[in-house]
Structures are given as structure tokens and as C-alpha cells.
């Protein structure tokens, strides 16, 4: 079944969110905002359905973020972006069942923060983890509420501040993502591992969720939609994200 520009399979007891745009490295399109919403409400609501996985289509990328191109220089539209945005990739956490990231490739900006936002990142020994957006003179939405929780928050801040990528194993170390696999089994593994957890009693597993989920999608994400277009305005935004349109190296003024 085709959702938005998103593959949605039941396989037994597991729902497969596949994002399928590889030409645009699965970035975060209207077509995949779209089907990752409606696939994760439709796994929400399918009693047959214990767990969902999350993963692109192609060897390339796993989500490389946002649709940049699609960037508008204001303030109300900057902080609406930041609130859809945010609506999806704060979907995993809201899921009421497990969701598992299958991450088979570059996982950059908002596709860094839709895997963070899954119960586990099952990570392909290709991956590569980034939140670049400090390049285009903004800061990642979500990962500024989240990522400290899970990383600490020297890495955290490292991580934000100078935007460069991390390896697959370097994610594992960090706590980042769950294990790191072959890249021709990514799938054969996730899969596996999803199914000992849909073997497990539903009730108790969704309680587990839960509790380690509580507190989590409140003031933070607020904050963060209200402060984002204070960023999106500045003249150093505006040319970070010139300068990306126009594969150019930006030239920050402060």
C-alpha cells in the first residue's frame, strides 16, 4: 500500500514504513511527512500489529532531512514549518507500539531525529548519523530537546554545534543506536528482533513504552517552535541556506 510517498507492508505482526523518494535521499517531502504520519496511525490502530519499522528505500540514505528547497524566509512560516516538522517526527514517540528504525544509510537532520524519536535504531554498518543544520546557520528543532537525554550533553552540544557526521559504530558507542549489522542483513535483523518483541505480552510491552516515555512533548517542544524562527531570520541563516541552493561554501557574517 502506497501512503503519501511512503511503502506500507504487514508482514504477520510487524508494519514496514518504507520511505520510498531516493532520488531526493528520502528527505522529508510532503509525500514521506505524509505517509509517516498515516502509517503510524494506521499501525497504532491495527490490533494485529505489535511493531512498526521504520527505513528508506535505496543504499543511499536513510532520510537526509529536510526539503531545504522548500524553505521560505518567514518568521510565521518558519514556525509553522517547525511545528508540522516536528508533528512528524515526534510520531514514533506518540506511536503507542514499539517503533524501530531500520537505518540503511545517511540519517541527516530531521531523518537523524525521526530514527532518535524511534523505541530503537538498528543501524546498517553504512550509516551515518549528522544534525548539520548549524551549516545553514539554524539548529536542529527536535534533537535540541531530545538528543542530550540520550547522548549526554557534551556530545549533544558537539554534535549540534559543529554538525559533522558519525559513523555507525561511533552511534552504537554513544548510545545512540541499539546495534550495528551488516548492511545486507539490516533488514533480516530488524525484522528478527521486532518479532521477540511482538512474542512479548502487549499490554505489559506498551507500559513499558510509556513510563520511559513520560514527560516527554511538552514545554521543550514549545519552546523550541516558538524560538526556531528567531533563527530562521537571521542574515546568517539566509545565507546558510543560499548558499546550500546554490552548492556554494556560506560566508557567515554574525
Not at 514517540?93 to 531525529?113: D, H, M, Q, T
Not at 554498518?125 to 542530550?148: M, N, S, T
Not at 521486532?194 to 513499558?208: D, F, G, N, S, T
Not at 513520560?214 to 514549545?222: I, P, Q, S
Request: net charge neutral; with cysteine; glycine share 10%.
Amino acid at each position: 500500500m502506497r501512503l503519501g510517498s511512503v511503502n506500507y507492508e504487514i508482514k504477520g505482526k510487524i508494519a514496514i514504513l518504507t520511505l520510498d523518494e531516493p532520488t531526493k535521499l528520502n528527505a522529508l517531502t510532503t509525500g514521506i511527512r505524509e505517509g509517516i504520519l498515516e502509517g503510524l496511525k494506521r499501525a497504532d490502530a491495527d490490533k494485529k500489529v505489535r511493531v512498526a519499522i521504520i527505513t528508506g528505500n535505496g543504499d543511499k540514505a536513510f532520510c537526509a532531512g529536510a526539503d531545504i528547497g522548500s524553505f521560505e524566509f518567514d518568521a510565521e512560516k518558519g514556525r509553522n514549518f517547525l511545528a508540522a516538522a516536528l508533528d512528524v517526527l515526534a510520531a514514533p514517540e506518540r506511536c503507542r507500539k514499539p517503533v524501530i528504525s531500520a537505518v540503511n544509510g545517511l540519517a541527516y537532520g530531521g531523518g537523524f531525529e525521526l530514527a532518535m524519536a524511534s523505541d530503537f535504531i538498528i543501524a546498517s554498518d553504512r550509516a551515518k548519523f549528522a544534525v548539520p543544520e548549524i551549516q545553514l546557520g539554524l539548529l536542529p528543532g527536535f534533537a535540541i530537546v531530545r538528543l542530550h537525554d540520550i547522548v549526554g550533553r557534551a556530545k549533544a552540544k558537539e554534535l549540534s554545534i559543529l554538525g559533522d557526521p558519525i559513523t555507525a559504530n561511533e552511534a552504537e558507542r554513544i548510545g545512540l543506536v541499539l546495534r550495528v549489522v551488516p548492511h545486507d542483513k539490516l533488514m533480516a535483523n530488524a525484522t528478527e528482533f521486532a518479532e521477540r518483541i511482538a512474542a512479548k505480552p502487549r499490554l505489559a510491552v506498551a507500559m513499558a513504552k510509556s513510563f520511559y516515555n513520560r514527560g516527554l512533548g511538552g514545554d521543550e517542544m514549545r519552546h523550541a517552535i516558538d524560538g526556531f524562527p528567531l533563527l530562521f531570520m537571521h542574515e546568517d541563516a539566509r545565507e546558510g541556506i543560499t548558499a546550500f541552493r546554490e552548492k556554494r561554501t556560506p560566508t557567515f557574517k554574525d
